[in-house]
């Protein structure tokens, strides 16, 4: 029976079952994929039915039918090898206008965000070379795109100290970790161990931008620039929100061109009433051939939480005035305000004259400030020392009552002052505002290494002054663009754990290397001002590769016969996209052939299955992978698997 029969007769067996059916007749191929994938028994049954297709689509092992699932969904999705140009390679789907001409195709309509609801799996290898970005947004089926982000195989572990280079013998849950590999695969990782414990995550993130530009740390292949990059912070963000412990923050940086998109998205993922604020660093001291005459010398840090409004999740630590007297021995106090900021009609309980029970003196309250006890509750804050009066103590010289703090309570709760964005008087906003320029941070990894190694890279005291804010020593920091590794550096310095993620091959480099410079001790950046004298140690690994070996051979191709080789390679093995006919290919090798190099690579690459880029956990033990018993050891231990 030829193909073309036996998809007629396909058609009408599935036209009898309306749940694979529109209204107007036409047949929902993606609804009898999924359950081709999901083995639907209603399909299943009538499949088997059927003695055409029980033939075609089932195997017979000692009397048991076995559906050939793959099989079926090639069928049904009738991808071909089509000669011409490599866009005829591609099965799309989308809108289309009334001639058939697909609308991201036509100006006549502008799709916002047209891979809102699609991941983006966002490759990078160098600065100057990106790969086409991955969509998963045309003909996928809803339990590929589960296996893309299954917890990955890690391997080539290394442990770094100020010995040098070692291998690991174990894994600790103190372990410093840098992690090399695709960022949203790693993310999706380190969930599986870390959901719910970090700290604080600060990202710098490739800035949008509406035109190419010099400072543009991302290049994109789509018509949809925007859209291309919400969908790739989204992604992100969303797996970055499930590892936030309580209470803990996310500082995302981000350019004056991208800042406002970018604050939707995040209020969507994080929710709008955990969005903290917009802070502003200053970038450099103003430029005068800009468009409109005028410079913007400014980015911003977007900060979100997982906690209500009503918690501190950040504060200021305070040189404070402590008090011994012989009333509270080995009690040091210190004085603090005891009105707030409510006027007599807000708060009228808290509107009244407070006398001091041992000389009868009165200081009558504020009608716009008044105090923050209540009249009630005057008689027990008093006799637990809570309040003090100008005629308590000698050496005090005040006019009205006070509340007393005991420094066991302040060293309790931690840092208790507010962040207050008042760049004139607080040292946190003018730090961000005047020591944290580009330049600053440029200089030190000049000053590290000897040569301009990483453009716009932050500087350190921006990060410890956001680190010093939101954690305290052995939090856990998190950095999953990790660039020069500013953020780790500093974490390191401080006294936090760290994760830092990184794809990029000369960036990891650099973050190894400066790291390795941190533990023996390097004086640059907040080194000097926190008294760093080095120690301390890191470990390395990798996500480990599978056809994401192929890829990379495939971007660094120069030639049609290697590219060739390569595909060769490919079909021996199983690294496949199931809709890929290998017969067809090599059938069409002219076809290959006259098409121009980018689009013999970028062929290649789409018939790379794309969940197996890095090896899955769940099939460490396969022999395929070539996963070697150590990596094996290190990487179930990372996972707390036996």
Not at 264 to 275: K, Y
Not at 294 to 319: I, K, P
Not at 341 to 369: C, H, I, L, W
């Amino acid at each position: 029976m030829d193909k073309l029969n036996l998809y007629h007769e396909l058609e009408q067996l599935l036209r009898m079952n309306s749940r694979y059916c529109m209204d107007d007749g036409r047949l929902l191929k993606n609804q009898i994929v999924e359950d081709a994938l999901s083995i639907q028994p209603l399909l299943v049954k009538e499949l088997l039915g059927n003695e055409k297709m029980k033939k075609v689509f089932f195997t017979d092992v000692e009397g048991v039918m076995v559906f050939d699932k793959i099989k079926f969904q090639r069928f049904v999705s009738d991808t071909q090898f089509l000669g011409g140009s490599y866009t005829m390679f591609k099965n799309k789907i989308g809108l289309a206008n009334e001639n058939g001409r697909f609308v991201s195709e036509s100006r006549e309509v502008v799709l916002s965000w047209p891979y809102k609801d699609c991941m983006l799996e966002g490759g990078q290898t160098k600065e100057d070379a990106k790969r086409n970005e991955v969509f998963w947004n045309e003909t996928l089926a809803p339990d590929e795109v589960n296996r893309l982000t299954e917890p990955k195989v890690f391997s080539n572990f290394k442990r770094y100290d100020k010995e040098g280079e070692h291998q690991v013998d174990h894994l600790s849950d103190n372990d410093n970790l840098i992690i090399k590999g695709n960022n949203l695969l790693a993310l999706h990782s380190l969930k599986k161990k870390y959901a719910g414990q970090v700290k604080l995550i600060y990202i710098d993130p490739p800035y949008y931008f509406r035109k190419k530009l010099s400072t543009d740390t991302f290049k994109y292949n789509s018509n949809f620039h925007l859209s291309t990059w919400l969908t790739f912070m989204r992604d992100r963000l969303e797996c970055a929100k499930h590892l936030l412990a309580p209470s803990g923050t996310i500082w995302i940086h981000m350019g004056d061109e991208g800042m406002h998109y970018l604050k939707l998205v995040a209020d969507q993922v994080f929710g709008i009433n955990h969005f903290i604020g917009t802070l502003p660093r200053r970038t450099r001291n103003g430029k005068s051939d800009v468009p409109f005459n005028f410079s913007q010398d400014f980015d911003w840090l977007l900060v979100y939480t997982n906690v209500e409004e009503s918690q501190a999740v950040m504060g200021r630590a305070v040189e404070r005035k402590y008090y011994t007297t012989e009333d509270y021995p080995g009690k040091p106090w210190r004085l603090a305000d005891l009105t707030k900021q409510t006027t007599a009609k807000e708060r009228e309980n808290s509107f009244f004259t407070m006398v001091d029970p041992k000389t009868g003196k009165e200081y009558p309250p504020s009608e716009k400030r008044t105090w923050c006890i209540t009249k009630e509750t005057f008689d027990s804050h008093y006799k637990r020392g809570y309040i003090v009066f100008p005629d308590d103590y000698d050496f005090l010289k005040i006019t009205k009552p006070y509340s007393r703090k005991f420094k066991y309570e302040d060293e309790a709760n931690g840092k208790l002052s507010s962040i207050i964005s008042d760049c004139q008087i607080q040292q946190f906003l003018k730090s961000l505002l005047y020591d944290c320029k580009n330049e600053i941070g440029n200089n030190e990894i000049n000053d590290l290494f000897g040569r301009d190694e990483f453009d716009y890279a932050k500087p350190e005291n921006l990060i410890k002054i956001i680190m010093e804010a939101v954690t305290n020593e052995g939090d856990l920091v998190m950095d999953f663009f990790s660039g020069s590794g500013t953020t780790v550096a500093v974490a390191h310095k401080l006294g936090r754990k760290y994760i830092g993620c990184e794809q990029i091959d000369h960036q990891i480099e650099l973050t190894v290397n400066r790291l390795n410079e941190v533990i023996c001790g390097e004086q640059g950046g907040v080194s000097k001002s926190i008294g760093w004298q080095g120690g301390g140690s890191f470990v390395y690994c990798e996500l480990s590769k599978a056809n994401g070996k192929f890829a990379d051979e495939i971007e660094n191709a120069e030639t049609t016969g290697q590219l060739m080789d390569i595909w060769n390679r490919m079909k021996a093995t199983d690294y496949l996209n199931y809709k890929v006919d290998v017969k067809e290919v090599d059938a069409n090798v002219a076809d290959f052939e006259g098409l121009n190099l980018d689009d013999q690579k970028r062929f290649l690459i789409e018939c790379l299955d794309k969940n197996l880029l890095y090896v899955p956990l769940s099939d460490i033990d396969s022999n395929e992978y070539g996963v070697t018993d150590e990596d094996k050891r290190l990487t179930r231990e990372f996972y707390h698997k036996n």
